[in-house]
């Protein structure tokens, strides 16, 4: 399984995201800069967290627009698999490939702390070895995480199936309790909360380890 992690000025955990991808695949990821204009053949784009372009204007609105995205976007259109991890997900919400937005945390505070997520859907690339309404403990770190969509618009992604995870005591306000969100194909995952943060026992937990190696098993 080939993997690349888009690296955008004020991206900080993409080492954090290789290191996971390594252990769970056995290969080193490829590293994009966000102004290319195109990238290695790859099964799976990670979008790392961080503070892209200082969050200026708007969490990841600015990176959405960068010379990769297209590229990114083009991929996606085509099935490969697409992974976005906080600012990762608001970019995602930003360019259109997942739906909804990410505002100001209903504290406005920054929250750093464990949380517990509920797997929503276990029949994904991303989750297939999680098993039906699995919980895990892993670490959120952001300001602008309260997930919001429009009613009919939540309504969709719930009957479809795209509700990845919930919170099971939500640090942020996002409605209905959610924490990731899938496109209307599965092929496209935008999450809060960071699993890399959890993948060994150094971290003082390991549940997020799950995710990176469902992705590795859906390409073995």
Request: charge should be neutral; include cysteine; hydrophobic fraction near 40%.
């Amino acid at each position: 399984m080939q993997t690349a992690i888009v690296v955008f000025p004020g991206s900080n955990r993409e080492r954090d995201a290789a290191l996971a991808v390594e252990r769970a695949t056995g290969k080193k990821p490829h590293i994009v800069w966000h102004a290319d204009t195109d990238m290695p053949k790859v099964d799976l784009i990670m979008l790392p967290g961080g503070f892209s372009h200082g969050d200026y204007l708007r969490t990841g609105a600015m990176a959405a627009h960068s010379p990769i995205m297209r590229e990114v976007a083009a991929r996606a259109e085509k099935g490969v698999r697409v992974w976005g991890i906080c600012n990762g997900f608001q970019i995602l919400c930003e360019a259109g490939l997942l739906p909804g937005i990410l505002l100001r945390n209903a504290s406005l505070k920054f929250v750093c702390r464990p949380v517990t997520l509920k797997v929503e859907n276990n029949k994904t690339d991303f989750t297939n070895l999680c098993t039906p309404e699995q919980t895990m403990r892993v670490i959120v770190a952001h300001g602008d995480g309260n997930y919001f969509v429009q009613p009919d618009t939540l309504k969709a992604i719930q009957d479809n199936g795209q509700v990845a995870f919930r919170y099971l005591d939500n640090p942020n306000g996002s409605i209905a309790d959610i924490a990731g969100v899938f496109n209307k194909h599965k092929n496209v995952l935008g999450m809060m909360p960071h699993p890399e943060d959890a993948v060994e026992a150094l971290h003082g937990s390991t549940e997020g380890k799950v995710l990176f190696d469902s992705v590795a098993k859906a390409f073995a």
